[in-house]
């Protein structure tokens, strides 16, 4: 329940677009969960793949393929909001399908956003890219394939730690998009040389994540209230 209430700000948790492990409402939608748990095993995959500081994106024909798949979550997602609106759609959403996508979207999101955050950060450069060839993305996806199959099954063994994960890759996003503007501020990109130095200001981006989650759950919560949906 704490982890649906600090999610509730930036997911409509829909029931109808929610998976429920063992009968309990995951804390995020089905596309959302593909999307944050994507991107943190991602980037697990990555780190423990030794690409944690790789700062070049990967080549164009595997940014394309990752693009086609931010393409495929993006039709699926406009297809489902035509259903919800009552408009014309090209075929019948179904929670795996949102599940998969965000899965793909996650995936993409990760593999652009770390050598971004590489170059922000780090003062010694580094030439590895995120993704080097087809064979670096193909090691990506058993993670993927795992998660996807460990949500579809909704068994309650897999409720809490895909609870946690989803949720430790939203943190991790709002974290990263902080963390960058905290760098930007305090004039100090591109000066780090170790993990350790960086680790003050990620906990401070960390804290503001969770503030602003909470932020924004409140001012779901206010506006529901105040709409009379609040109970909805």
């Not at 179904?94 to 990760?110: E, F, I, K």
């Not at 779901?220 to 009379?228: D, E």
Request: charged share 10%; glycine share 8%.
């Amino acid at each position: 329940e704490r982890l649906r209430w600090l999610d509730s700000g930036i997911c409509a948790q829909q029931p109808s677009h929610s998976f429920f492990p063992g009968g309990q409402q995951l804390p995020l939608c089905s596309r959302n969960t593909g999307i944050y748990l994507g991107f943190f095993v991602t980037m697990l995959a990555l780190i423990a793949t030794g690409r944690g500081k790789a700062q070049k994106l990967p080549h164009w024909p595997v940014i394309v393929a990752l693009l086609v798949g931010v393409l495929a979550m993006a039709i699926d997602g406009f297809n489902s909001l035509y259903l919800d609106l009552g408009l014309p759609h090209l075929y019948q959403p179904h929670n795996l399908l949102r599940l998969a996508t965000g899965l793909a979207m996650g995936l993409a999101l990760a593999a652009i956003t770390l050598p971004i955050l590489n170059y922000l950060f780090w003062r010694e450069s580094n030439e590895r890219r995120s993704i080097e060839s087809w064979s670096g993305l193909l090691l990506l996806l058993p993670g993927l394939v795992l998660s996807f199959f460990a949500v579809a099954s909704q068994s309650w063994i897999i409720l809490y730690p895909i609870a946690l994960l989803s949720t430790a890759g939203l943190l991790s996003v709002v974290s990263s998009i902080n963390l960058m503007i905290i760098v930007a501020v305090s004039k100090r990109d591109q000066a780090f040389e170790r993990y350790r130095e960086i680790v003050p200001f990620f906990s401070l981006a960390l804290l503001l994540a969770i503030g602003e989650l909470l932020a924004l759950a409140q001012l779901k919560f206010m506006v529901l209230q105040a709409l009379g949906m609040s109970g909805m």
